[in-house]
């Protein structure tokens, strides 16, 4: 049997830095501290330095080598989420579930709410072509 190559698993940590790359663009280490302490986490600036060293390694970020150095994720968001989102999918028994729970939480944003709508409306048009499609060959 053929070995799977493995992904480097992400902490909770390390993906709120990725966060803050992936919103920000290529960073200095102090912007990403800085950002990180906004957004209310307690985080000591060594540590972030830690966890930026820890997703250089994991070959999800890059670093410039003019100083001061530059950080910037190397993969995508939908990289690390398509599949996290596919396992919860599975660990939920499928996307109602997870939808209707998402549409109940009052921490979305009117704009959250918008591109859900937007992304059903792509997707039921998606289906009715598949659905033409399929009916005249």
Known sequence: MAKRSKKPRITAAEMKVLQVLWD????MLSQVHSILVEQGEEI???TVQTQLERLIKKQFV????????????KIKRDEVSR???D????????????????????????????EMK?????????QKQSDQSEKNP
């Open 62 to 73: 890059t670093k410039t080598r003019r100083r001061p150095a530059e950080y910037d994720a």
């Open 83 to 85: 599949p996290m989102l």
């Open 44 to 46: 000591a600036y060594t």
């Open 24 to 27: 920000s663009g290529p960073s």
């Open 118 to 126: 937007r992304l059903i409306a792509e997707a039921e048009k998606r």
């Open 87 to 114: 396992l919860l999918l599975q660990r939920v028994t499928g996307a109602v579930p997870l939808f209707a729970h998402l549409v109940k939480d009052s921490s979305l944003s009117s704009e959250d709410f918008a």
